[in-house]
């Protein structure tokens, strides 16, 4: 199939393209970018007052096959993703069981292949993500593993992260960090401040983060590893982050829409759909976060796409999960809250969800529109208005902070090795 | 009153306080009528639903209820043995499907009560949530207050003990205040974070300089595992720098009250001198929760209208 993009403005700021072309789709590639592109026989967009930009990246998504297929399998979250305007994702191994050996990795490979997007497995950093031996990471990434980490339970002995960092080496790899004190952490369920202590909820303080990433990019430092820092939620935590670039360490950032957005004044509701860890923190954590997205601090913006039944979050605050969706929300959110309000430029949004990610997870023919490269596209609507409406979402779960938003901006056209993903017009 | 549901003291307006705390005291003298029962919500259904042991306060719920004619049921069980079968929703949806009017609860979750306003259609009335808010306790506190003192205002009120893990404590803070009196909280830092500040509060962590000139003095419970969570090194070194003993009482005014919500462990938080003696207005306290909880039964369920 052949595909003309007409009049978009095509923003690719890697190989400093900016501006209004025609794009001709075919065979799966970029066969051409130029001023006017004629085509009788293809199928072509009007993409005036569009924006078309590198196929968008979630680095940090959940998708809970196997083991809770009812929240969410892969075939699901794909469609959730590509309705989202992502042309790949980066999968998360704390399935059931979790995906800590080359055989799991398969799996999960094999799952992607039949979904319209790419889903790249990450693999455990430790067996069964117990914290106590390395897992397979050499052979798991000869499979495909693009990336390795323990998510929400992250090495704690320091001993054992400088040996899981230094043997990454092997295949310069990088690890993932979902940085947490969970002693400092422990039974926690909410941001510790004044305005939790008011709701009687147990506190998850700033320090249980800006600690262990403290701990962990010395440790990183010290080995001259990657470390990639996720979910950014304190100003902090920025500071850390901060001292290390400048000292030279090798450590990127990540940060979620919803900890760019929303703060902790809205668990007044005791609603479990804002319950997620690392917590939703105060008003000014939130602005720095915002501040350290402009500056260049944060290289990444992910979802921590979190799929819960809803029974499992129709609970008591206490006792229910952590976590939020985020793929079908994410361009719409960040696309009105910050890049029509000025706070980032377009060029920013690209290198946030699609350059960066890319670079980081070192993916090939990702985060560029360029001739010859392959085609994954997003095309977004900057002027296309939404409201958040769960329940027509692609996502097998429904359990967002932002229902009933209304947003303007979101991904119309998302192609995946030049066929169409998605399209909404 | 407007209000559907009493969920804690925080939402509350002052003048919401001053109306509960007027309809408590027509409400104490039925209570000393050799008949102890008035009409006023014959009819209706009250549900005792208790998910954490109380012995007090269910039964004073209960017999606040009755004593105005409600129909009362109580379901207890452990949060425990619920979790492992029934969700809450389902219990509720349950009991309300037998059209109940009006659902007390004890939960051990913090905004369990507020939980159940999200989808049950009953009042629902908070009688203690985790450690958020324990609204009636502090509203029978400044009843007791209100008629050992004759008013609330420029009062100093201080509240001792385990502030961070306690309900009564943030209800009374905000009941308290509201109704103009200043409030100290007194305890050991690790039981008061500095982030305590935000409440309306002054912080002394000096109880002998926090009770100098107070007016009230509430002590709190302090739970046994509160040791063991590293809080405190031992129940000597709490017992030397905050037991309310005699000898710290004096730095009080003469004519101060001490209170506490109970049940009292003696010889830790509170010196049996102290619990036994004129000072203490404990059993006034229950006394007083039993009008309290009639006059919030009544102005949400519409019966004084």
């Given at each position: ?9 095509i923003?690719s ?9 025609d ?8 066969k ?8 009788e ?12 930009v590198?196929?968008?990246i979630?680095?940090?998504?959940h998708?809970?096959e196997?083991?809770?297929e009812?929240?969410?399998d892969?075939e ?6 590509a309705?989202?305007?992502?042309v ?14 080359p055989?799991?990795?398969r799996?999960?490979v ?11 497995p ?8 117990q ?10 990434a ?5 990336a ?5 339970f ?6 054992l992260l ?15 960090d979902?940085?947490?004190d ?16 008011k709701l009687?909820?147990?506190?998850i303080?700033w320090i249980?983060?800006a600690?262990?990433?403290?701990r ?19 100003a ?8 290390a670039k ?6 990127t950032c990540?940060?979620?829409p919803?900890h760019l ?18 917590p ?33 979050k ?10 939020v ?6 361009v ?8 029509e ?6 060029e ?9 990610p890319?670079?980081i997870l070192?993916?090939?023919g990702?985060?560029k ?11 977004i ?8 409406n ?6 097998k ?29 | ?10 939402n ?12 408590s ?5 039925i ?8 009409p ?22 209960e017999?606040a ?19 492992k079968?029934e ?14 009017d ?5 939960h ?7 939980f ?30 209100l008629?050992?003192?004759?008013r ?15 309900r009564?404590?943030r209800?009374d803070?905000?009941?308290f ?10 305890g ?16 002394d962590?000096n ?10 003095v509430i ?11 590293g809080f ?5 070194e ?15 005014k003469?004519?101060?009250?001490v ?12 010196s049996?001198?102290?619990a036994?003696?004129g000072?203490?207005?404990?059993l ?7 009008a309290?909880?009639m ?6 369920l519409?019966?004084?209208?």
């Amino acid at each position: 199939m052949r595909i003309l993009l007409k009049n978009g403005r095509i923003v690719s700021p890697l190989n400093g393209l900016d501006g209004i072309f025609d794009v001709l789709v075919e065979n799966g590639k970029i066969k051409q970018i130029a001023k006017r592109i004629n085509c009788e026989d293809c199928k072509i967009y009007d993409l005036t007052r569009m924006i078309v930009v590198p196929g968008l990246i979630d680095m940090h998504v959940h998708f809970r096959e196997p083991g809770r297929e009812d929240a969410e399998d892969i075939e699901s979250g794909a469609k959730a993703a590509a309705k989202g305007g992502f042309v790949a994702v980066a999968m998360m191994p704390n399935t059931e069981p979790p995906v800590d050996d080359p055989l799991r990795v398969r799996f999960v490979v094999e799952r992607g292949k039949i979904t319209d997007i790419y889903v790249f497995p990450v693999g455990s950093f430790t067996k069964g993500r117990q914290g106590k031996e390395l897992a397979e990471m050499v052979m798991m990434a000869e499979e495909g593993a693009v990336a390795f980490s323990d998510d929400g339970f992250p090495v704690s002995d320091p001993l054992l992260l400088r040996r899981g960092l230094e043997y990454l080496k092997i295949i310069d790899g990088i690890y993932l960090d979902h940085a947490e004190d969970r002693s400092l952490s422990m039974g926690g369920v909410a941001n510790e401040s004044y305005i939790t202590a008011k709701l009687g909820l147990k506190g998850i303080p700033w320090i249980s983060e800006a600690a262990a990433v403290a701990r962990d990019v010395y440790i990183a430092e010290f080995t001259k590893s990657k470390i990639h820092i996720q979910h950014v939620s304190s100003a902090k935590t920025l500071e850390v982050i901060e001292q290390a670039k400048a000292r030279g360490a090798n450590v990127t950032c990540e940060v979620t829409p919803h900890h760019l957005v929303l703060d902790e004044t809205h668990l007044e509701t005791y609603d479990t759909n804002f319950k997620m860890n690392p917590p939703l923190r105060s008003a000014e954590d939130k602005e720095a976060l915002q501040e350290a997205l402009s500056s260049g601090l944060i290289d990444v913006i992910a979802s921590d796409h979190a799929p819960h039944t809803r029974d499992d979050k129709e609970v008591e605050f206490d006792v229910a999960p952590f976590g939020v969706i985020g793929l079908e929300t994410t361009v719409p959110v960040i696309w009105d809250k910050l890049v029509e309000k000025k706070k980032i430029t377009v060029e920013r949004f690209v290198e946030l969800l699609s350059v960066n990610p890319a670079r980081i997870l070192g993916l090939e023919g990702f985060g560029k529109i360029e001739k010859d490269g392959p085609a994954h596209i997003t095309v977004i609507d900057p002027k296309k208005e939404i409201t958040v409406n769960s329940e027509e979402f692609a996502s097998k779960s429904r359990n967002t902070p932002f229902e009933g938003w209304k947003l303007k901006g979101a991904a119309v056209l998302t192609i995946v090795n030049g066929k169409i993903a998605f399209e909404s017009f | 009153m407007e209000k559907k549901h009493l969920l804690g003291i925080e939402n509350l307006k002052k003048e919401e306080i001053e109306e509960i705390l007027e309809t408590s005291k027509s409400f104490i003298e039925i209570s000393k009528r050799p008949i102890k029962k008035v009409p006023v919500l014959r009819g209706k259904t009250v549900v005792n639903l208790f998910f954490e042991p109380s012995t007090r306060t269910r039964s004073s719920f209960e017999i606040a209820a009755k004593r105005l004619s409600a129909d009362v049921m109580n379901f207890s069980s452990s949060v425990s043995s619920v979790r492992k079968g029934e969700s809450l929703k389902d219990t509720v949806l349950n009991l309300e499907a037998m059209k109940t009017d009006l659902i007390i609860i004890r939960h051990s979750f913090s905004g369990a009560a507020k939980f159940l306003t999200t989808f049950c259609s009953s009042s629902v009335v908070n009688a203690g949530d985790g450690t958020h808010e324990h609204p009636t306790q502090a509203l029978l506190d400044g009843m007791t207050v209100l008629e050992k003192k004759g008013r609330l205002d420029g009062l100093k009120v201080v509240i001792v003990g385990d502030i961070l893990h306690s309900r009564v404590a943030r209800s009374d803070i905000f009941l308290f205040s509201k109704m103009g009196s200043k409030v100290v909280i007194s305890g050991p830092p690790t039981l008061i974070p500095d982030y305590f500040r935000g409440f309306p509060v002054e912080i002394d962590y000096n109880l002998d300089r926090a009770l100098e000139n107070a007016d009230v003095v509430i002590m709190l419970r302090l739970q046994k595992e509160r040791m063991q969570g590293g809080f405190f090194p031992s129940v000597r070194e709490y017992r030397q720098k905050y037991q309310l003993t005699p000898e710290r009482l004096i730095r009080t005014k003469p004519d101060a009250i001490v209170m506490h919500p109970g049940p009292i462990n003696r010889g830790i938080e509170l010196s049996s001198d102290v619990a036994d003696s004129g000072r203490s207005v404990i059993l006034e306290q229950v006394e007083k929760g039993v009008a309290v909880r009639m006059a919030v039964l009544s102005l949400l369920l519409g019966g004084e209208r």
